[in-house]
T-cell receptor, first 116, second 111 residues
Framework: GAVVSQHPSWVICKSGTSVKIECRSL??????MFWYRQFPKKSLMLMAT?????????EQGVEKDKFLINHASLTLSTLTVTSAHPEDSSFYIC????????????FGSGTQLSVL | DAKTTQPPSMDCAEGRAANLPCNHS???????VYWYRQIHSQGPQYIIH???NNETNEMASLIITEDRKSSTLILPHATLRDTAVYYC????????????FGKGTKLTVNP
């Protein structure tokens, strides 16, 4: 299947700093990407939907100024956690849809963020 | 909110078939049933999806009832590596349609 590369796989940062997570579709063009977060032993929670070249659509309760999403090309979307705090520590996962077919969504391997 | 109901956990013996049920009684006519699984600390892996006909691929089979209110994912010969959380998801048609995850079923394959 299609490959979605997510980087970094884990990151530790100090409280107050910003962290950028990259999500790349390696062998297909992704018109739409989705960002999720997952707390331990919980299910994935959708944070936002990003479409290439336009502003992201955030789910209710997700702060758009806190979680900046950029989808500047058909193969790259980034999530920046600004002024991170310990409560932002979580597993962040991206997902991408092939522009040739909407039916399948492929996921990255996730990024474990730990804010000290 | 997730539109599906799954048992929280199931056990299966290695080499036997694993049958994972899912209820989606409010599914609408243009919504698909998707199955993903997530092995600990990894991103979800696509397994299979279907609209109303039964589907089979190299990983699994998907059986959807005639009224489409429930479905069953079948792993024909479970291995220890199939231990994971399995998510049944109902999703509408279209590229921007989201995958909304419920709590899933934790499948444990025992030796």
């Amino acid at each position: 299947g299609a490959v979605v590369s997510q980087h970094p796989s884990w990151v530790i940062c100090k409280s107050g700093t910003s962290v950028k997570i990259e999500c790349r579709s390696l062998d297909f063009q992704a018109t739409t990407m989705f960002w999720y977060r997952q707390f331990p032993k919980k299910s994935l929670m959708l944070m936002a939907t990003s479409n290439e070249g336009s502003k992201a659509t955030y789910e209710q309760g997700v702060e758009k100024d806190k979680f900046l999403i950029n989808h500047a090309s058909l193969t790259l979307s980034t999530l920046t956690v600004t002024s991170a705090h310990p409560e932002d520590s979580s597993f962040y996962i991206c997902s991408a849809r092939d522009r040739q077919g909407w039916e399948k969504l492929f996921f990255g391997s996730g990024t474990q963020l730990s804010v000290l | 909110d997730a539109k599906t109901t799954q048992p929280p956990s199931m056990d299966c013996a290695e080499g036997r078939a694993a049958n994972l049920p899912c209820n989606h009684s409010t599914i609408s006519g243009n919504e698909y049933v998707y199955w993903y699984r997530q092995i600990h600390s990894q991103g979800p892996q696509y397994i299979i999806h279907g609209l109303k006909n039964n589907e089979t691929n190299e990983m699994a089979s998907l059986i959807i009832t005639e009224d489409r209110k429930s479905s069953t994912l079948i792993l024909p010969h479970a291995t220890l590596r199939d231990t994971a959380v399995y998510y049944c998801i109902v999703r509408g048609q279209g590229g921007s349609e989201k995958l909304v995850f419920g709590k899933g079923t934790k499948l444990t394959v025992n030796p």
